[in-house]
């Protein structure tokens, strides 16, 4: 075990935990809603429905564990903005609860998307590094990341969301839906959209708090604090992680032991909490911090270059409940900040802000069929400081009409999306998408879908603060078709996207340029899971991916082939044990330590890790996992370093 250290736990936020207690203890009993609550409360990203499923303690663990992720696989809300059951969705959908995140021992956002069929990801280093996602072959810049409906897309970044910073302990489940959503979401959505949903008070007081540490000096804590009455809820989490590290970079085939490391710490506050004015009106309000400091490899191993990063995002919103109707109004921002500590040269300050304000009316006008409609204001505003110059900005806005209708007749569900985009910057959009399944019975059904998508260029696209400005960038224009079946647990799914106008980087003219043709991305994902025995859960996903420029070329990062398997196994009703394994296949890959680049192959391999869970009592639970079981070396961008095998034990108490 490497740099095992014991937690100090001087980063337990006692003031602000003590200033929750103090806020619930002011919070009234008032009138009660709570059967209309179960029927009408449709939260910002989550609420109960008709399908929800009371769940009953049972003296067969595994059994329990089922429900519960069940339970929270069982409705959707990306799909259309609204929550529906997962039934009447049309589109290809993966939903990952936070009991399987505890389960797998997951500790970031990135390596629990790096479970599910499509999607992958190619990171520069270990926590907190610039990381890469792909789905279904399209990189980051063409997903769009919620965290409670806010969007987390960062105008200031080329690439999109920064995945590498975001925790998992206050996320309750996230959505994964794939496929051009544009119609839906409007721009960044093109290749699908990663909704994070955190955590929800549950009725009465609870207080959770948990302790980690093992290899690579690892330390981590988190604790939350909840309450919630008939008419109020509040919850309030912090989440703390520390860690030496390792290397960034490392030379290909070089052990990282070798090399300096590149510590992190990042600390998550989330807080979250909602009011009934009475049985038809609500308002409520949420925020979300990260706070990151990260080490990284500038040009070779043992550079120490620093970036302090602060992402925020927070939303006030308020529903009426008439009729069938639900109306919403929400107002968000979202803001990003970051500091390059160490810059000589280049940007050294980056700072984007999303403020927007949504109207929408939910409105379920037949049995079995509803309508979203409404419409948004989004400013995108950045600012940056390159080095010896003085703060630069740019602005630009958008506004959306957007109409989502679902209908189902007998066993035929059908879905529409229309949404209509004007830009101050570009030529107004209209995008949307259609979907329709079949259901032969509650085990077996056909679907297929088809959205028509784009993406805007980003503002650093276009002032190209690292050559030549071109403000005549044009937005990619992206079709999406998909047609699979699901059967008891089984899922297969193909799918096609394109991609016309993509943008690129010219080095003849030493700017973005948008490359005529047709970039393509095409492939097929298998996943399956069973409770094989009562005490034994099982299963596994396969995806291949045929990623090709205009040219033909093969684009870079994307595994052809990727496979996950997991199975946890509960011999006692107390002990859990689960164990997974990923193998990915052949990459294509540059390598920059030459110039020019050089095309290399990365991938081939299998990482393997498992956990053990020991429920002690209704309070206690203990834990260890292994990661990297068989020390396999591996790096899934070349050049930068993947951990070796690391050890990690915890504890985590409730009441």
Request: no cysteine; proline share 2%; aromatic share 12%.
């Amino acid at each position: 075990m490497k740099n095992l250290k014991g937690f100090r736990g001087k980063y337990f936020s006692l003031a602000a935990i003590l200033a929750l207690n103090a806020t619930i203890a002011l919070a009234s009993e008032g009138q009660s809603v709570v059967d209309n609550e179960k029927q009408l409360y449709t939260p910002k990203a989550e609420a109960s429905s008709e399908t929800t499923e009371v769940l009953e303690e049972s003296a067969a663990p595994v059994v329990v564990i089922s429900k519960k992720i069940k339970e929270k696989k069982s409705e959707v809300y990306t799909a259309s903005k609204s929550l529906v059951s997962a039934t009447n969705v049309t589109d290809n959908v993966s939903i990952i609860t936070s009991e399987e995140l505890s389960l797998k021992g997951i500790t970031s956002v990135v390596d629990a998307l790096n479970t599910i069929p499509g999607v992958s990801f190619a990171s520069n280093g270990g926590l907190g590094k610039s990381t890469g996602v792909f789905m279904q072959g399209m990189s980051n810049k063409y997903i769009l990341v919620l965290i409670d409906g806010v969007r987390y897309n960062d105008p200031s970044n080329t690439s999109g969301a920064d995945f590498s910073q975001i925790l998992v302990d206050d996320i309750d489940r996230i959505e994964v839906i794939k496929g051009a959503q544009s119609g839906v979401w409007g721009a960044d959505a093109a290749a699908g959209v990663v909704n994070i949903i955190t955590k929800n008070a549950q009725n009465g007081t609870h207080g959770t708090a948990g302790v980690e540490t093992g290899s690579y000096g690892r330390r981590s804590m988190h604790t939350s604090l909840s309450h919630k009455t008939d008419v109020f809820d509040i919850m309030l989490s912090v989440e703390r992680v520390k860690e030496d590290g390792f290397t960034s970079q490392a030379l290909y085939g070089k052990k990282i032991d070798q090399f300096e490391d590149d510590p992190y710490r990042n600390t998550t506050v989330n807080l979250k909490t909602g009011y009934w004015l009475d049985a038809y009106n609500r308002v409520e309000a949420g925020y979300h911090d990260v706070n990151a400091l990260n080490s990284y490899d500038e040009n070779t191993p043992n550079d120490s270059q620093h970036s302090d990063v602060r992402n925020r995002s927070g939303y006030v919103g308020y529903k009426h409940l008439v009729g069938d109707h639900s109306i919403e109004t929400t107002l968000s921002k979202s803001s990003f900040l970051k500091k390059e500590l160490d810059a000589t040269f280049g940007v050294s300050d980056y700072k984007g802000e999303i403020p927007s304000i949504e109207m929408k009316d939910t409105w379920k006008y037949y049995d079995k069929s509803a309508l979203v409609f409404g419409g948004s204001y989004e400013k995108r505003e950045i600012e940056y400081t390159q080095v010896g110059s003085a703060e630069k900005e740019r602005n630009d806005n958008s506004k959306a009409l957007y109409v989502n209708n679902t209908n189902q007749f007998n066993q035929v569900i059908l879905t529409e999306a229309l949404r209509y985009d004007r830009f101050s910057a570009f030529d107004d959009k209209v995008t949307g998408k259609v979907g329709a399944k079949y259901l032969f019975n509650d085990q077996f059904n056909i679907y297929t879908n088809y959205g028509t998508a784009y993406q805007t260029p980003s503002m650093l696209d276009m002032i190209n603060i690292w050559g030549t400005s071109n403000f005549d960038l044009k937005p990619e224009n992206i079709k999406s078709f998909n047609i699979g079946t699901q059967y008891a647990g089984l899922t297969i799914n193909f799918f096609r996207n394109e991609i016309k106008d993509m943008i690129n980087w010219d080095n003849a003219t030493s700017k973005n340029v948008n490359i005529e043709g047709t970039s393509i991305m095409r492939g097929v994902e298998i996943s399956y899971e069973q409770q094989l025995l009562q005490s034994l859960l099982m299963g596994g996903n396969y995806t291949y991916v045929d990623a090709q420029n205009k040219d033909g070329v093969r684009l870079t990062r994307r595994p052809r082939y990727q496979s996950t398997l997991y199975t946890t196994y509960m011999p006692i009703k107390k002990l859990a044990w689960n164990v997974s394994g990923t193998y990915v296949g052949s990459r294509a890959d540059q390598d920059f330590s030459s110039t020019p680049a050089r095309n290399v192959e990365t991938g081939n391999y299998f990482v393997a890790n498992t956990k053990v869970s020991y429920h002690i009592d209704p309070t206690w639970d203990v834990y260890v996992k292994v990661n990297n079981i068989f020390d396999r070396y591996y790096q899934t961008a070349y050049g930068f370093a993947s951990a070796e095998r690391s050890y990690y034990m915890g504890v985590e108490a409730r009441f």
